[in-house]
């Protein structure tokens, strides 16, 4: 696999679209921390580490529904192993006029786009979540 990120992007992707209430992915930090910024905008209920049915370890996360409809509408991958995306603090993108969510990758560790500017630093875009 070249792009962890894109793979559980698209998992979580996928599983919204079909009413899905758990998806499983590999286990990863760079994938826990992006969840985590997930789940603390409210996009997803949470997610729990677990050992897949073939002994390597992942991750369940839970989905989040709002009378019937998914929460994430929108999740694009920005930065790709291709070509990857870098900003300065002044230069993140705010998504759908700051009613969605930029997580980067920064010195200071994974933050949503209203963090990274609050902490004043910028790093590598890697999704858009609306």
């Known amino acids: 696999m070249n792009d962890p990120i894109g793979d559980m992007l698209t998992r979580i992707r996928n599983a919204s679209l079909r009413g899905k209430s758990v998806v499983d992915t590999p286990a990863s930090k760079l994938r826990a921390w992006v969840l985590d910024v997930l789940a603390d905008e409210g996009y997803i209920r949470g997610y729990e580490?677990?050992?897949?049915?073939?002994?390597?370890?992942?991750?369940?996360?839970?989905?989040?529904?709002?009378?019937?409809?998914?929460?994430?509408?929108?999740?694009?991958?920005?930065s790709k192993p291709g070509r990857r995306v870098y900003m300065g603090v002044n230069d993140i993108p705010s998504v759908r006029q700051g009613?969605?969510?930029?997580?980067?990758?920064?010195?200071?560790?994974?933050?949503?786009?209203?963090?990274?500017?609050?902490?004043?630093?910028?790093?590598?875009?890697?999704?858009?979540?609306?």
Do not use: Q, W
């Open 49 to 78: 580490k677990t050992t897949g049915s073939d002994g390597h370890p992942a991750i369940e996360i839970s989905l989040k529904y709002y009378e019937g409809e998914p929460v994430i509408r929108e999740l694009k991958r920005v």
């Open 99 to 130: 009613l969605g969510v930029s997580i980067v990758s920064t010195p200071k560790g994974v933050m949503s786009d209203a963090s990274a500017r609050a902490a004043n630093v910028g790093g590598e875009v890697l999704c858009t979540v609306f």
